[in-house]
């Protein structure tokens, strides 16, 4: 059914600030949806205006020619627009067209994980003084409503843990390197190839991407402005040892992204991790994200889906639309952004943090190699639970030492790998991953 031939009362005005792949996937919705949103709105949504930077590029079929502009004051000077859809990604312009959006009482959907990351807390404090919306459930898990239920469903509860996996490149690559035992490279330009990664992927494979969506959980999870940078570490170094090895531990290697709340601070980093065979999170495969939200009173909570892609992704604006669009339509604008508090957090430094570790020696094969290392572990009191070096090679040859610790201090770990990397028997860094057990 075309919008013009619906028969509602009223019409909320729309306008998109870009139209690539998550905008094209919204306009398409909006069409192919118009009568049940219109319904669920209240009123009819109608397209006002799609700000792009080059008007010639070819868009969806859906996207009417006369939509288009490259002029942002087309579309912050047109009072008429009741909704701003802000889906051009990065940090400018985005900033400042959603600020002047806000401040000219207009109602802000986006999907920037970047821009809510760095300025989320200003944006929603300006919009709850304005008295309208910023709504963001596209910015962190695509089509996965996990903002909706942080924000709304867990409300009545405490989050005491989150752990997920926030990127669908590195779940991607880590799931096929773990059953196809290629490296690294060779599953990467795979996954470019066939559009699962990005012709530059290190915001994805390097945690960038993913530490921006954690903030974004914290500060609705535990209500957190955060003061300090979040642990990131990518995915790149890892190899077919270690995943062999985790295998033969009774692990799986997932890069996770972990928000626990530890009172006045926050233990918030992004790494690649052990996860038991047994958790959920170890069997989701491929480009899916999942979310596992521990509450304090609601227990476990596992939320599963594709957390990218066109339409998973303009499924989750087009509910925000549908939500700060039926607000307004009954006169409630800013009611559930207002409900959003948050408060400066500290981060606990990361030598704190207590737990099993994995860790990899690559050595030079000869007498005294072992000793050297149990007895630096011993010094700092980390004790071993399991160990295993791969077989022996000819004299001088590199062999992996693999070892699983006790419940250990990260600080002591770090110190004790120091002193191990000075006794000059090592080929490389030694590998450090943690265990984790939720
Ligand atoms: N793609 C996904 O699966 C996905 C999932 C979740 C969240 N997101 C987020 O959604 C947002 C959009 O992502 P996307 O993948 O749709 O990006 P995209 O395909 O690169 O599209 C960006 C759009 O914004 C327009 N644009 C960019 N800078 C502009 C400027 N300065 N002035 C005017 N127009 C400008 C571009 O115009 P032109 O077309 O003329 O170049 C393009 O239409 C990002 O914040 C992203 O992080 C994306």
Redesign the pocket.
Known sequence: MEFSKINTPQRVKVAL?????????VIRLLRDNAEHLAARVGAELEIAH??????S?Q?VPECLPGWLT?D?EVVLNDPSVDVVL?????E???KSLVERALESGKGVV??????LAKHGPALIARAAQRGVDLAFE?????GIPVIRTLRDSLTSDWVSSIHALLNGTCNYILTRMRQEGLPFESILADAQRLGYAEADPALDVDGHDAAQKLVVLAMLAFGAELVGEVHTEGIRDLDETDFRFAERFGFTIKHLAVGIDRGEQLELRVHPALVPQANPLASIHGVLNGVFIHGRALGPCLLVGR????M??AV??VADLVDVARARVEGASGLATRAIRTKKKQLMPLGELEARYYLRFDVRDEPGVLGTIASELGKHNISVEQMVQEGRGSPGATVPVLMITHRSREAAVDAALSAVAKAGFLARKPRLLRIEEF
Do not use: I
Not at 17 to 25: E, F, K, M, W
Not at 50 to 55: E, P
Not at 86 to 90: C, F, Q
């Open positions: 600030l870009g139209c690539g792949t998550v905008g094209g996937g799609v700000l792009v930077r080059d008007t590029k868009r490259t942002p802000e889906l051009m990604g990065g400018h312009p985005a986006s999907a920037n994980k970047f821009l596209a910015s962190v898990g695509g957390g990218a892609g066109e998973p992704t989750s604006v």
